[in-house]
């Protein structure tokens, strides 16, 4: 790891990429001190409850079945019959609870900070949308079970789009796939959970991220400050 | 991972234990991940339950005599008293699935629609059929003739 030029082997030769500076692009940026404390790290959770949602919801779609006569029925039997179903179900159900919380919370905390000030705009926009788009995959989650519950909720979700001015009438015909909750809403609420808001988030979620990385994590308001006062350099230590 | 031949740097104990406990952490959740998720994806065999099922008895059942039963799910199997030893066998010809009658007088069992035919024991001994007619487990209690079946 120390010397790759010394010893080039078959790896190195067929995949020429220079692996310390990849890991000092990933990990070794110079961060302000504030950042260690807790309440700043809290975009990153929601990140690495994304990628473990993904997993288990793949794993998941294997034996859920997207019917109204069969949705409940797959979901009890991936809970009580197939090895492990439980297992993978509460994984996804609690990364999905932990991650509406911590997507929360960190919209608070860049609130509350300032963080999205110029020239963070448009971080802050990417971030709003993944807000939006954490909450219709919570809902749209909430619902594939089809418990009363689920019922009742894409009712009153289905509901409120109704009240839209303007185009309510068009977005809750498009979301339950006619007049009333039925075979299609199941089939639509399943492409969106599965795979159009996945994809979206995920290329929201690079996005995002690609503009922390270009802007470099906001100067603490308070940090600056001190900085100005002891003199201190921004960085590490 | 403090190596003195390599030319690398010192790795200090701290740094070495802090690594160590990482990677066995990491490969203990991945690992119990991966193998919960392989249980998971891939179904279990399932395991045949067999029932003993009282069919007849040796009265009824003489020797020579051949007794026809269906199991829960309906098929066809045949009950065969061969000079006092017991066996079962199913009526399914191994050939195309026709089923087989049984040949009193010459102890064989035939297949009429190719001309296969199988001895007492269920043996293929002429004709197409490539192997045995598939056998019961027989159990005789007390003059009782029970026959294994599966269970549906």
């Known amino acids: 790891m120390e010397d790759v030029k010394k010893d080039e082997g078959w790896i190195d ?5 220079d692996w310390n500076k990849v890991k000092e692009e990933a990990v070794g940026e110079i961060l302000p001190h504030h950042m260690k404390l807790w309440w700043y790290c809290l975009g990153g959770v929601p990140a690495v409850m994304f990628l473990i949602l ?10 859920y079945v997207p019917h109204p006569d069969m949705a409940y029925e797959s979901v009890v039997k ?12 509460s994984i996804h159900r609690w990364s999905a609870e932990i991650m509406i919380v911590t997507v929360s919370l960190h919209a608070i905390r860049v609130f509350a900070t300032g963080a999205y000030r110029h020239p ?3 971080c802050w926009m990417t971030g709003a949308i993944l807000l939006l788009l954490c909450f219709g995959l919570g809902f749209t989650g909430y619902s594939l079970v089809y418990t009363q519950m689920s019922y009742w909720a894409m009712t009153i979700g289905t509901g409120i789009a109704a009240k839209t001015p303007l185009i309510g009438s068009f977005l809750s015909r498009f ?19 599965a795979a159009i808001l996945p994809s979206i988030t995920f290329l929201m979620v690079f996005v995002h991220i690609v503009l922390i990385r270009l802007h470099g994590v906001t100067e603490h308001l308070v940090g600056i400050q001190r900085e100005v006062v002891k003199g201190l350099s921004r960085g590490d230590e | 991972m403090s190596e003195k031949d390599g030319g690398g740097q010192e790795v200090s104990r701290r740094d070495f234990l802090a690594n160590a406990a990482m990677t066995v952490g990491l490969v203990a959740t991945i690992g119990t991940a991966g193998v919960y998720g392989v249980r998971y994806l891939v179904p279990k065999a ?6 003993d ?20 799910s309906g098929r066809k199997g045949i009950l065969v008293n061969n000079n006092g030893q017991v066996k079962a066998f199913s009526k399914i010809c191994t050939h195309l699935g026709c089923e087989v009658e049984w040949h009193q007088l010459k102890k064989e069992f035939y297949c009429p629609c190719h001309e296969g035919f199988f001895d007492a024991d269920g043996i293929n001994i002429k004709g197409p059929p490539p192997r045995p007619l598939d056998e019961f487990k027989v159990t005789v209690k007390d003059d009782n003739i029970y026959v294994a079946l599966e269970e549906v």
Do not use: C, Q
């Open chain 1, 13 to 17: 030769k067929t995949l020429p990429v």
């Open chain 1, 54 to 63: 993904v997993i288990t919801g793949m794993m998941l779609s294997f034996h």
């Open chain 1, 78 to 89: 991936i809970t009580t019959e197939i090895p492990y179903g439980w297992w993978l179900r």
């Open chain 1, 120 to 122: 963070r705009e448009l």
């Open chain 1, 175 to 193: 979301m339950l796939g006619g007049e009333a909750i039925g075979e299609a809403t199941l089939n639509r609420f399943f492409i969106l959970h």
């Open chain 2, 46 to 51: 399932k395991v045949k339950k067999f029932v």
């Open chain 2, 53 to 72: 099922v009282l069919v007849t008895n040796l009265k009824e059942l003489r020797p020579g005599v051949a007794r026809e039963f269906i199991d829960a």
